[in-house]
């Protein structure tokens, strides 16, 4: 095969059995979205912009949590460990380099990187070790709120990496945001358009490649260990590996979201490992429809906006809403809210898929 | 003298850590070994316990009488959220996990608005005793005891009662219970409830020794969580020997570097016991005798 056959091979990919969106119809509605979402800061100020570029940070977690609980079927409840390595990892990281030369960039890397590594390390124990779904959940849980107790009590001056303080419970401050090295002066990536920009840039990205990646025979792999491990391990498939490589690459997403957002704010603290942090992703995941990347992200956008509406107006309610909304999907919907609501309009085409 | 005096210390630690370890596990076990249902709002029927009982105890009941209190509401509180949530969700026993997730989001936030940050605390009872240079808490020896004595009453529930044997019955093939004319569902309420009414038993007995606060359930989480997980689903063959393995590893670490160090060390174990022991020991020994 030649190499422009097959970059094209792997673009077709980007529809396929495991995403539910396709055809002109699909793409079309999502020109139109994304062009309006390029269109919004011309209309907007540059303000409220920078600071909805808030919603998009979240949204890399929720496709890694859609990737690793969706569509590999692990309930993995700790995601926000691994964004809240990364975010520390940033801040440590460019407190320590500083913003020059590109190297908030290196930072990212690293710091995504070692949330990854983090992953793979755990990922190891946990799918090597053949755990069953339930005791995934709590296992990762257990870390991510160890991880907030252990950051909490970081409070003392001997708690520093370098010139960086961790700041225990106050949680850590003051490092530089994304800085893109540019001939003519650095661009630096404050709450603005420009941010605004990259991260929908980055976040178009991650989504198609995802959609590729799910489609791809690793997707469908890890979809077949979702149904019946049993059976994809007669198949001839190393589940645990598979299974591993979900959860490195959904965590490193998480990761991702914690730079972003470290970068974003210049600021992160053990709450965003919490329990209360940890249990939102789930929220918006599984509201939405944790089967569908796309799903997944009109999900997290919507419950997300319900949210920050609610907490805006100083509503205590917010948690108990987001709570409520849990348990009625699962008791109602699990699918998921919104894969329920488009669901009969989906009928016909699932009904020739299955006949396929 | 001054070995044996570290000698008790230690053993105090341990008995202590060993306390928290099954009281705050052994409710969860219960439902995940008899239901498969892992409860997230675990620790919110511990602070349903703890709230009640130290409400009574404002009100002068005296304490042995509101922690039964306590431990009776959790229980009423938990046969209501099986009826409700749990079992329409029998046939998906992972999305139990992610309803009583959200029952915990609920029951917090709701405790924050309806009841405030915080609690009034009852104050530890029984004072304190010497030994060596160190003074140590009566209430916390009482707690061991405790620990020991919920373990003995279950087991003696499971095999002696006709409750016991009914909910054995069911856990091991449900619909030939059913066919022999026992009332599954039933026994399914009376079981999360029972694990609810052990959890408010955990609440209501650490209440004193705490403060109150609406996301106290968290800090029972983790070391019930990793107890059940190293135990497995027997309560037991399983939760009790974790109990103890996780108990010396927390007290010893705990006495070495600090009490985060305990609950890190813990965690670390059994990770590592997850890859070795992946159906917890419980698992293991049943698969030896099997």
Partial sequence: MSSASRFTSILKLIEGPQTLGKGPKFWSGFTVVLLAACAYPAFADSYDVGNNVYFFNWLFMAMGLSLIWGYGGALSFGQTAFFGVAGYAYGVLTINLGDAYGLTLLSLVLAVGLSALFAAILGYFLFFG??????????????????????????GPEWAIGKARLNGFNGMGAMPSLTIPWPGGNIVLYPDVTLYYVTLALLLVCYLGLRILVNSRFGNVIVAIRENPMRAEMLGYDVRKYQLATFVIGSALAGLSGVLYTSWGNYITPASMGMTAAS????????????????????????????????????????????????????????????????????????????? | MEFLYSLFSFFYQFGDAFAFLVLSACGLAVIFGMMGVINLAHGEFILCGAYVSTSATHMGVPLPIAIALGSLAAGIAGMIVEVVVIRPLYKRPLDTIVATWGISMIVTQGTL???????????????????????????????????????????????????????????????????????????????FGLGAALAGL?????????????????????????????????????????????????????????????????????????????????????????
């Fill in chain 2, 202 to 290: 955990a609440g209501g007995l650490y209440a004193p020794t705490m403060t109150l606060v609406p996301t106290m359930g968290a800090a029972f989480m983790v070391e019930a969580f990793v107890t059940v997980v190293v135990g497995g689903a027997d309560i037991f063959l399983g939760t009790a020997p974790a109990a103890v393995v996780l108990g010396f590893i927390k007290a010893s670490l705990t006495s070495w570097q600090g009490q985060l160090a305990g609950q890190i060390g813990m965690l670390i174990a059994v990770i590592i016991v997850i890859r070795i022991l992946p159906r917890g020991i419980s698992g293991k020994i049943l698969k030896e005798r099997a």
């Fill in chain 1, 280 to 356: 939102l992703p789930i929220v918006w995941v599984a509201v939405g429809g944790r089967t569908d990347l796309t799903t997944t992200i009109i999900g997290t956008l919507a419950v997300l906006m319900v949210f920050q509406s609610l907490t805006i107006y100083g509503s205590q309610y917010a948690l108990i809403v987001m709570g409520t909304l849990l348990v009625i999907t699962v008791l109602i919907a699990p699918r998921g809210i919104v894969i329920a609501l488009i669901s009969p309009f989906m009928r016909r085409k699932s009904k020739l898929e299955g006949e396929r």
């Fill in chain 2, 113 to 191: 608005i309806v009841l405030g940050t915080t609690m009034a605390g009852s104050g530890t009872p029984f004072g304190s005793f010497t030994v060596g240079d160190y003074s140590y808490s009566i209430y916390r020896i009482v707690l061991v005891v405790m620990a020991l004595a919920t373990l003995a009453a279950l087991w003696l529930m499971f095999t002696k009662t006709r409750f016991g044997i009914l909910a054995r019955a069911t856990i091991q093939v449900p619909h030939v219970a059913e066919a022999l004319g026992v009332n599954t569902n039933l026994i399914y309420s009376l079981t």
């Fill in chain 1, 130 to 155: 053949r755990i069953s779904g339930v005791f995934l959940g709590i296992v990762t849980l257990s870390v991510t709120l160890v991880l907030e107790r252990f950051m909490a009590q970081t409070a």
